[in-house]
């Protein structure tokens, strides 16, 4: 693969079949793109020639089928968790994970003196880990009507990977967890059994049922019972459950230590 | 009385209770029912003293006609009282669940009335649960000592872990600071349970029965400082309970002064450093193939707080020692300080390849911070010390105390912490 004079700029519309496509199309046609971009983060950039990727959910298929049969299936979730992050500059990474990914297979997750490699990795672990500290985190509220309500602020676009844990658990009931930063919700229906994506504006708050605030209390009353007053311990409880998170738990951290003489 | 009162009562007296794991799955959830019990406990919450929440723990009630020297809920002791009636337990734990409070109920009881009156109760709330709520989630069950079997069998069937707790190491301590709690009272369905395990698991595989006895298996509970046993008493009896009664776990738990009685020893403070060597010691025995007479022996009653029982036992057994590691067998690499399961087939899958050098088991991850003092690699010996026992205690304990100094300087340590380095103690 040879650096053509024109650098390009790759544009795709931000979902992830519309990255694999993208990355497909760099591949197929054996070309570098300069940046691999969604179209929401795009900067109009005079220098290099701009390229739009229409996305193409068969090429993207194959593409994921590709990665998984030359590569390995643990590189298409890395992949997939670290386009989650949406982190700056990740498409590369991914992509130059990838071309080395083809060449050597799955051994590419042991070259760890790579930047990309480590790069993807990482991005997939924070990705990870911050869906299964939600999956203890997210609090549901009982809407009027008996549906269920929960808002979350995640760092990362983490609703799909925490969704079929929520449908395993929740199967009866019908529930609806709503990022407020992405403005986007998974709906969860319990007649159909069946999950998916919807857009939802940051304003979203459902009425609550009567009993929901009695409940909530009685969470509150017990949080601060089991902690044990003359341990405290605020390090250890941060470490585990960051303050980014607690806006939106029902119990209030901390607070049996505001009535603690010293 | 108000729900929430009961409820602060009752969960404040359940609180120092240890055994708050919810691991090993029951596989439960179907689709068609609320809830699901999953492989790796996952914590909710955590508590300002920095525990993970993961259960509703709670007590069924704490009137208690037993007068055990050692429990803040003894019948002479003066304190708020209060019971929860089967509906409340069952709908305050479908409540919570449905919110994403908690992974399931941790229910134990003091013993009211009498123990069959209190077990009935106790079983009337699981059947509430899995019957009337249709409740698949995660719930583990204290067994009453004294109740009928035939009530715990039944409560066995619905839930997903069961626990007697021992609480006190010996027969004469029980007679001494537990004189009502017959020690007949506490094996007998300790065994009982072990066995219905061991059947269900025969029945389950033979006849294709469906019904589950206790899928998570049972635990139970050990107070460590509150009465003189010493630690090799203790883990002897901790090996009996895993080879005889089945068991998951033997938690221990540091005896913590909460009351004023001629009968128990002045300490302190809880005995946390003996705790954690209790619970190393008790992952040797069921993980690393130790049996509790080679790591204690008369004499040697109790485990050195300054090293763990690993390095304490490599010590007393320099002779075996250091080891070629490109000879010895995996059943000795697991024994040398340092060197966990992982390292230890490691070692065992590279050395075909290659004879293996410091530099090798390096590039392969390996620690060697604490191995080194044991192994020589192609006869080589790498540490930098003479290979003598005393000197190499002393690096040991060195080390140790500033691992220790990592953790947490507000509190000592906690659960979650401690359990977190269990995971890692090799
Ligand atoms: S029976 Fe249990 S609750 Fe009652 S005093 Fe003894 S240890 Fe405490």
Redesign the pocket.
Same mark, same amino acid.
């Given at each position: 693969m040879k650096n053509t004079e024109n650098k390009k700029v790759y544009i795709y519309d931000g979902s992830y079949q519309g990255l694999l496509t993208a990355l497909y199309q760099a591949f197929k046609l054996r070309e570098v793109p300069i940046k691999i971009v969604a179209q929401a983060e795009f900067k109009d950039d005079l220098f290099y020639q701009q390229v739009e990727v229409k996305t193409e959910n068969e090429k993207a298929q194959f593409f994921s089928d590709q990665i998984k049969e030359h590569i390995s299936a643990q590189t298409l979730n890395n992949i997939f968790h670290a386009y989650l992050s949406e982190a700056e500059k990740m498409e590369l990474y991914i992509f130059r994970y990838l071309f080395t990914g083809f060449k050597v297979g799955k051994k590419v997750d042991e070259f760890l003196t790579k930047d990309y490699v480590r790069q993807v990795q990482d991005l997939a672990h924070k990705v990870r880990h911050e869906s299964h500290r939600l999956k203890g985190l997210i609090r549901l509220q009982e809407a009027a009507g008996g549906k269920y309500y929960a808002a979350v602020e995640p760092d990362y676009k983490t609703l799909v990977l925490m969704a079929p844990h929520f449908k395993n658990r929740f199967s009866t009931m019908d529930w609806i967890i709503h990022d407020k930063k992405r403005e986007e919700a998974v709906i969860y229906s319990a007649a159909e059994k069946e999950w998916l994506v919807i857009d939802l504006e940051k304003e979203f708050e459902p009425e609550l049922s009567n009993k929901e605030k009695d409940v909530q209390q009685l969470w509150q009353a017990f949080f601060s019972a089991v902690s044990i007053k003359n341990r405290s311990n605020p390090r250890t409880q941060r470490q585990f459950m960051p303050k980014k998170y607690w806006k939106h738990l029902i119990e209030s951290p901390g607070s049996s230590r505001k009535f603690k003489i010293k | 009385m108000e729900l929430q009162k009961k409820l602060e009562i009752l969960s404040d007296a359940a609180k120092y209770d240890v055994s708050c794991s919810s691991s090993g799955s029951s596989g439960r959830g179907d689709g068609s029912s609320l809830g699901n019990t999953k492989a790796a406990g996952i914590c909710h919450s955590w508590t300002d003293d920095g525990r993970c929440v993961s259960l509703l723990k709670i007590?069924f009630t #704490?009137y208690?006609?037993?007068? !055990?020297h050692? !429990? $803040? #809920?003894? +019948?002479s002791n003066d304190r708020a009282r209060a019971s929860f009636t089967p509906e409340e337990v069952a709908k305050l734990t479908v409540d919570f669940y449905k919110r994403n409070y908690i992974e399931g109920l941790f229910l134990s009881? +003091? $013993?009211s009335r009498d123990p069959d009156w209190t077990m009935e109760r106790l079983l009337k709330t699981v059947q509430l649960l899995r019957n009337k709520y249709n409740y698949q989630g995660y719930i583990h069950l204290k067994a009453i000592?004294g109740a009928d079997f035939k009530l715990i069998y039944q409560a066995g069937l619905l839930a997903d872990r069961m626990s007697v #707790?021992i609480?006190l190491p010996s027969e004469s301590s029980l007679e001494k600071l +537990?004189p009502?709690?017959k020690k007949a009272g506490i094996l007998a369905p300790m065994k009982g349970i072990g066995a219905g395990i061991e059947n269900n698991i025969i029945e389950r595989k033979k006849y294709k029965v469906k019904d589950k006895f206790v899928p998570a298996g049972q635990s139970t509970q050990l107070i460590v400082g509150a009465s003189p046993e010493s630690d090799r008493q203790i883990i002897s009896l901790s090996e009996g309970l895993y080879d005889h009664f089945n068991l998951k776990r033997v938690y221990y738990s540091a005896y913590l002064p909460v009351n004023n009685s001629s009968l128990l020893p002045t300490l302190p403070g809880p005995p946390l450093k003996r705790e954690h060597r209790l619970y190393q010691a008790d992952w040797l025995l069921r993980f690393y193939g130790f049996k509790a007479d080679e790591l204690l022996t008369p004499g040697r009653e109790n485990f050195d707080l300054k090293i763990d029982p690993k390095a304490d036992w490599a010590l007393n057994n320099l002779d075996k020692f250091p080891l070629e590691v490109n000879t010895a067998d995996y059943e000795m690499l697991l024994r040398v300080p340092g060197i966990g399961p992982r390292s230890a087939a490691k070692i065992v899958k590279a050395r075909k390849e290659k004879t293996l050098t410091h530099y090798n088991l390096k590039k392969m991850r390996i620690v060697l911070k604490r191995a080194n003092f044991f192994i020589t690699c192609d006869g080589k010996y790498a540490a930098a010390v003479p290979f003598e026992s005393s000197v190499i205690y002393d690096r040991l304990a060195e080390n140790e105390c500033q691992q220790l100094s990592l953790f947490g300087s507000s509190s000592g340590s906690d659960e979650s912490s401690k359990s977190w380095d269990l995971e890692k103690a090799e």
């Open positions: - | 007590l #704490n208690c006609i037993y007068d !055990c050692y !429990c $803040v #809920n003894r +019948a009881s +003091a $013993v000592p #707790n609480e +537990a009502q709690k």
